[in-house]
């Protein structure tokens, strides 16, 4: 990936123009998407299909194959941790999140669903502390700052 670009997206994250803020955001998305390709863009969204349809069997056993045949890309490991977070699966969901932080470090995306996991177990000081890392990297998202208030809440 292209260092320059990537942080120069990092920076207009930043940026008080939401304009800018959601250039960067697409931007990064497209970049993490296309790391392996055409093929793994083509496979995650097959994935993405099934699970649209409830074929959460389908779209587990593809992203497995992924995952299994490109363990760098953050992306396929990131689709599946979605997966197990919509099924409730909130530890296979942690522990793709953490792969995903090792190859991507600032992949928002996975910091926000550690967040949202440890939330829905009920460890709202971990969950805080996976929103606050989140908003380091996009201080202006509000779902981020919402849901550390919220958990915040639930600490009193």
Not at 37 to 48: C, D, M, S
Not at 51 to 70: I, K, P, R
Request: hydrophobic share 45%.
């Amino acid at each position: 990936m292209n260092e320059f670009l990537i942080s120069s997206l990092l920076e207009d994250l930043k940026d008080p123009n939401e304009d800018v803020r959601d250039r960067a955001t697409q931007e990064l998305w497209r970049i993490w998407f296309e790391q392996k390709g055409i093929l793994g863009l083509e496979i995650i969204r097959r994935a993405q299909l099934a699970l649209e349809a409830g074929n959460f069997t389908e779209a587990e056993e593809t992203l497995n194959a992924l995952v299994e045949s490109q363990p760098d890309y953050a992306e396929a490991w990131n689709r599946r941790a979605v997966l197990y977070y919509i099924q409730g699966q909130y530890q296979k969901a942690i522990a793709d999140c953490e792969v995903v932080l090792q190859l991507n470090p600032i992949h928002f995306g996975a910091l926000h669903g550690l967040g949202l996991c440890y939330a829905a177990l009920g460890d709202y000081r971990t969950a805080i502390h996976a929103f606050h890392n989140a908003l380091k990297i996009q201080p202006y998202s509000l779902e981020n700052q919402r849901m550390m208030l919220e958990c915040t809440a639930r600490l009193i």
